[in-house]
């Protein structure tokens, strides 16, 4: 039977990024997200939806999620989604959350100090879980060939 697992957020954190380290070094950050929806009902009213997400983050990926986000900032995460369950000591009751561990990040926004890195100020730093991230305030690096200018385009 085929499976899919993916998930693709962008919203604003809700809170600092809380960075801790697990007993063999690496690196966990938890953050939570806020990702709105906005709609129209059918008499033209507009409303507002928030949905909460809790998001976990490792390695490097988790390190520079603590350095450089902070509250109120703007992210973008791909990732899973991944069920965890356990027994409540308290009550003896089953309990279990999901959550999205993040694979991928893009920080959004301009840096702080008001300068942005591209004319949008979309992208301030990119990260992958396997490590390999570009130096915030750089361009993320390019793979294949390069987009053709307007000039370029011919129509």
Known sequence: MA?????????????????RYTPKGSAVCD???????QY??????KR?????V????WARLAEIAGEYL????????????????????QSGQKRSKLRVV???MQLLGSRPGGTSETDEGATSGSASRSGSSSRPGAPPPRSGPS???DDDIPF
């Open 147 to 149: 987009e053709p200018d």
């Open 70 to 89: 902070k509250k109120g900032r703007p992210v973008f995460i791909e990732g899973r989604l991944q069920l965890d369950t356990w027994d409540d000591k």
């Open 40 to 45: 129209s009902l059918d008499n033209g009213e």
């Open 3 to 19: 499976s899919f697992n993916k998930v693709i957020l962008l919203g604003n954190l809700t809170r600092d990024p809380e960075v």
């Open 48 to 52: 507002e939806e928030v949905t909460y």
């Open 54 to 57: 809790d998001v976990v983050l």
């Open 102 to 104: 993040g694979e991928t």
């Open 31 to 37: 953050l939570g997200l806020a990702v709105n929806r």
